[in-house]
């Protein structure tokens, strides 16, 4: 299993960034993926997550929508578009899974497969 996230960057407060997860090593199509992002000195926390079945879960920012999780099965990949930036949605973002047909949660602890990071920082 092979994840690799990219597209983070500087990005003024109210810009807009498109993340991507690139998957490879497994049947991405049966596996949930989730986005997760961790600050400085803060615990890693659930973003978003889209199932296997193209189920969607917020668990950041969910009134204000301005998140957007999709995954294109094709291209193996999973994207995370991101609006409306505030300084404090600055962190390194990680996409993840674990095993085929799980659930999306929100806890870090059920991913066993990590990609790398991309820093987002939103500052002016």
């Known amino acids: 299993v092979q994840l690799q996230a990219s597209g983070g960057g500087l990005v003024q407060p109210g810009g807009s960034l498109r993340l991507s997860c690139s998957a490879s090593?497994?049947?991405?199509?049966?596996?949930?993926i989730g986005w997760f992002r961790q600050a400085p000195g803060k615990e890693r926390e659930g973003v978003a997550c889209i199932s296997h079945g193209n189920r969607v879960a917020y668990y950041v920012d969910s009134h204000e929508g301005r998140f957007t999780i999709s995954r294109d099965n094709v291209k193996n990949t999973v994207y995370l578009q991101m609006n409306r930036l505030k300084p404090e949605d600055t962190a390194v973002y990680y996409c993840?899974?674990?095993?085929?047909?799980?659930?999306?949660?929100?806890?870090?602890?059920?991913?066993?497969?990590w990609g790398q990071g991309t820093q987002v920082t939103v500052s002016s």
């Open positions: 090593g497994f049947d991405f199509p049966a596996y949930s």
């Open positions: 993840a899974t674990d095993r085929p047909y799980m659930r999306c949660t929100y806890y870090p602890a059920d991913f066993s497969s």
